[in-house]
C-alpha cells in the first residue's frame, strides 16, 4: 500500500497545486517509512478496519493444465488493503485463468472495487479472445472510470495497484498496473514479467511532467510529493497524472514455463525475484508455496500487507506419468469431479484423484488421507 505524506511545510506547497489534498492525510497510523494505514471503510470479514486473519486457499483447472494456490495476511499492519482473485471460468468453451493481486491505499475500497469488476468486465469484452491485448488495456481503463464514478468519499483519496494474469489457451497475458510484481519460472530461472511503476523512473517522470505534474522527495519519490507509485487506478485528485493504463507482457504456455508469482510489495520489499523463485520451485503444492512465501516474507519483517500468489503449469512443466502431491479444498474438488462423486460421503473425506494427460474426464474414489495424488 502507498499512502500520502503531508508534513510541515510540505502542505502550503501541495495546496497550492492540489487543493483537496488535505483530506488524504486524515486519519490513519503512519508506519516507519512515511505510509499510512487508514481504517477500511467498507466491511470486510469482521468490522470496519479491522485487520483479516491469514488465509490461503488454492484449487486446479478443470482441464488438468495448471494449478493455483494463494496466502494473505495482514502482517504487521492494524488495516488490511490487500485484495486478491482466483477465477477459473468457462468462456466460449474453453477454460479460462484470471488471477490478480490488488494492493490499496487510501483505504481499502478501491482495491475491493477492482477485485469485484476487473474479470468480470474483461471475460464479457467482445474482443476478449480475438484481440486479448486490446480488451485488457480497455478494461482496465474503463474499470478505473467506473471506479472514479462510484467514488463518492470527500474525505479520503482511495486507490489500487493491479497485477493479473489471464491465461487463454497455450497463452499467458500480465498485465500490471503499479508495484505488485508478476515474476515467472522459465527453464529454472527467475524472469519478472512486469515493471513497478515508480514516479523516479525516467519514463514515468517525464509523463507525469508532460501532463503538468512533478515528482519530488518526500521519504520516497513521490507524485506531486504525495503518491509513491505512478499508475494506479483510483486516486482520483491524481487522475491527471496517476494513469491505470497497463504495461502487458504475453508469454507462451510450453514446457519451459513452470510457474508464475503474483504478489503485492509486501512480498517484493524483503524478498528478491529469485529468491522467491528458489522458494517456490521445490514445492509442487501451489498453496503450500504462497504460504511459504508469505511465512519467509513475515520472518523478514516486511512491514506492509502480504498477499502472494502462485500457478504452477502441470501439463507441460512435470513430464508424463510423474504423480505430484498436492493438497486442494474439498469444496473445490466437489465442483470439480463427476457428480457421482458427489453425496453424504463426501463430509468427512479428501479424494485421490488421477487426471491423465489431454483428458479432461477425472476418476474419481473416496479415500480418508488428508493429501491425494495428482499423475500427468
Known amino acids: 500500500m502507498h499512502e500520502v505524506l503531508l508534513l510541515g511545510p510540505l502542505v502550503l ?39 483479516r486473519s491469514p488465509v490461503s486457499g488454492g484449487g486446479f483447472s478443470a482441464n488438468g493444465k495448471f494449478s493455483y494456490g494463494y496466502a494473505s495476511s495482514p502482517g504487521k499492519r492494524s488495516s488490511m488493503e490487500d485484495f486478491h482473485d482466483t477465477r477459473i471460468d468457462g468462456v466460449d468453451g474453453e477454460t479460462v485463468g484470471l488471477f ?60 489500487s495497484t493491479a497485477s493479473t494474469a489471464i491465461l487463454v489457451g497455450d497463452r499467458l497475458l500480465v498485465a500490471n498496473v503499479g508495484d505488485s510484481r508478476a515474476v515467472i519460472c ?55 497524472y ?14 519451459s514455463l513452470e510457474f508464475l508469482i503474483l504478489a503485492s510489495d509486501g512480498l517484493w520489499d524483503v524478498v528478491t525475484n529469485e529468491e522467491a523463485v528458489a522458494m517456490v520451485k521445490p514445492i509442487p503444492d501451489s498453496e503450500q508455496a504462497a504460504k511459504k512465501l508469505l511465512h519467509e516474507a513475515s520472518q523478514r519483517g516486511s ?17 508424463p506419468g510423474r504423480p505430484i502431491s498436492a493438497r486442494f479444498h474439498l469444496s473445490v474438488l466437489q465442483s470439480a469431479v463427476p457428480q457421482c462423486c458427489s453425496g453424504a460421503a463426501w463430509d468427512h473425506r479428501l479424494l485421490s484423484v488421477v487426471i491423465s494427460r489431454n483428458v479432461a474426464a477425472f476418476s474419481c474414489m473416496l479415500a480418508c488421507s488428508l493429501n491425494f495424488d495428482v499423475q500427468l
Open 13 to 51: 506547497a501541495l495546496l497550492s497545486l492540489f487543493p483537496c489534498c488535505s483530506c488524504l492525510s486524515q486519519g490513519g497510523e503512519e508506519d516507519d517509512d512515511g505510509e499510512k494505514g487508514e481504517e477500511v471503510e467498507v466491511p470486510l470479514m469482521g468490522s470496519a478496519g479491522e485487520a
Open 100 to 159: 490478480g493481486v490488488f494492493d490499496g491505499h487510501g483505504g481499502a475500497r478501491a482495491a475491493e472495487f477492482v477485485k469485484q469488476n476487473l474479470f468480470t468486465n474483461l471475460i464479457k469484452h467482445p474482443k476478449f479472445f480475438t484481440d486479448t491485448k486490446s480488451a485488457i488495456a480497455e478494461t482496465y481503463t474503463s474499470t478505473d472510470s467506473e471506479l472514479l464514478k462510484a467514488e463518492t468519499s470527500n474525505h479520503r483519496d482511495a486507490g
Open 186 to 240: 522459465r527453464g529454472g530461472d527467475a524472469i519478472a514479467v512486469s515493471r513497478d511503476h515508480k514516479p523516479d523512473q525516467t519514463d514515468e517522470r517525464q509523463r507525469i511532467e508532460d501532463a503538468g505534474g512533478f515528482v519530488m522527495w518526500a521519504g520516497t519519490w513521490r507524485v506531486g510529493g504525495v503518491l509513491a507509485v505512478s499508475r494506479a487506478f483510483g486516486d482520483k485528485l491524481l487522475k491527471q
Open 242 to 255: 496517476v494513469v491505470a493504463d497497463p504495461e502487458i507482457k504475453e508469454e507462451v504456455v510450453d514446457s
Open 303 to 319: 512491514a506492509d500487507n502480504i498477499t502472494c500468489l502462485v500457478v504452477r503449469f502441470l501439463e507441460q512443466g512435470n513430464q
